[in-house]
């Protein structure tokens, strides 16, 4: 009975490791009831079913059924209480974060299809959402970036688009490695 709840608690805490990497899925592509069914609720109702679990079978006299009955609902405050998290501060704090437009963007590779000399824009073609893009570009150093380079998007303002060449963005990349 001690492994079932030890296996409970590394398995909450693995599904909670997951949740702070990859987040919450933001579109709702389910019922109302069913966004409450997520990582973050599951890994905290998993750990501490564990955590609860494991000294009442290792120290306690209680039986099975009592040793479950407890763990269980620790795991059921466990949820509530990441529920009430989620519903009472971190949906609402998401939704006062907007996004700014101009980087939504950022760091996506393009190819300069016009050249960008100083003074006068270029064009830079690249893919978003499986289409092919095109927009006015400027370099971000005001220098001269001939058609075919490799550049990556720092921001997109006025319909202007304002570029890097990826060869300096892979110099920074390599100093940091």
Same mark, same amino acid.
């Given at each position: 009975? #001690? ?6 608690? +590394? /398995? @909450?805490?693995? +599904? ?6 990859? @987040?919450? !899925?933001?579109?709702?592509?389910? @019922?109302?009831?069913?966004? &409450?069914?997520?990582?973050? #609720?599951?890994? /905290?109702? /998993? ?11 290792? &120290?306690?006299?209680?039986? #099975? *059924? ?7 609902? =620790?795991?059921?405050? /466990? ?20 996004? !700014? ?20 824009? @270029?064009?830079? *073609?690249?893919?978003? !959402?499986?289409? $092919?893009?095109?927009?006015? *570009? ?5 220098? =001269? ?9 720092? $921001?997109?303002? !006025? ?19």
């Amino acid at each position: 009975m #001690t492994l079932l709840f030890a296996l409970f608690l +590394v /398995a @909450g805490l693995l +599904v909670g490791v997951v949740a702070m990497l990859g @987040g919450i !899925d933001r579109k709702q592509r389910h @019922g109302a009831w069913v966004k &409450y069914l997520n990582l973050p #609720t599951a890994g /905290a109702a /998993a750990a501490l079913f564990g955590i609860v679990g494991y000294p009442l079978a290792k &120290y306690s006299s209680l039986g #099975t *059924a009592a040793t479950l009955a407890i763990a269980g609902a =620790s795991a059921l405050a /466990a949820a509530a209480g990441m529920v009430a998290l989620i519903a009472g501060w971190a949906v609402p704090s998401a939704a006062l974060h907007v996004e !700014d437009p101009r980087f939504a963007l950022q760091g996506n590779p393009a190819r300069v299809s016009r050249s960008i000399s100083t003074g006068h824009p @270029g064009e830079i *073609a690249f893919e978003h !959402d499986g289409a $092919r893009r095109t927009v006015p *570009a400027v370099a971000l150093e005001g220098a =001269s970036i001939a058609e075919g380079t490799e550049v990556v998007i720092e $921001r997109i303002e !006025d319909g202007i688009a304002y570029v890097e060449l990826w060869s300096n963005i892979e110099r920074e990349l390599e100093k940091l490695s």
